[in-house]
């Protein structure tokens, strides 16, 4: 089994930035790609970004391309989202994800980010 929990949302001015952590425990954390998901009221779920097992490929939804960047320290057993430029359109749930395979199957209890205009 492996555990997720987020960290690092809150409130903040438009323009601002954030840093959203998530540690991971009870596998080896290096077999696992990651990623992070958000849902907004009343939307679906989307996927934010990813990142392999190495941290050597990255990839990024349009929406987030040039302002968000994912990154993880296997040593350390985590994952981070550096979200800069940060727009009212970006206030969501944020949930970090785990999976083995071709499937998303570990998931965090999600960390609120709000942006104010």
């Known amino acids: 089994q492996v555990q997720l929990v987020e960290s690092g949302g809150g409130l903040v001015q438009a323009g601002g930035s954030l840093r959203l952590s998530c540690a991971v425990s009870g596998r080896t954390f290096s077999s696992y790609a990651m990623g992070w998901f958000r849902q907004a009221p009343g939307k679906e779920r989307e996927l934010v970004a990813t990142i392999n097992r190495t941290g050597g490929i990255t990839s990024t939804a349009n929406s987030v391309k040039g302002r968000f960047t994912i990154s993880r320290d296997n040593a350390k057993n985590m994952m981070y989202l550096q979200m800069n430029s940060l727009k009212p359109e970006d206030t969501a749930v944020y949930y970090c994800?785990?999976?083995?395979?071709?499937?998303?199957?570990?998931w965090g209890q999600g960390t609120q980010v709000t942006v104010s205009s």
């Open positions: 994800a785990a999976r083995y395979n071709d499937e998303y199957e570990y």
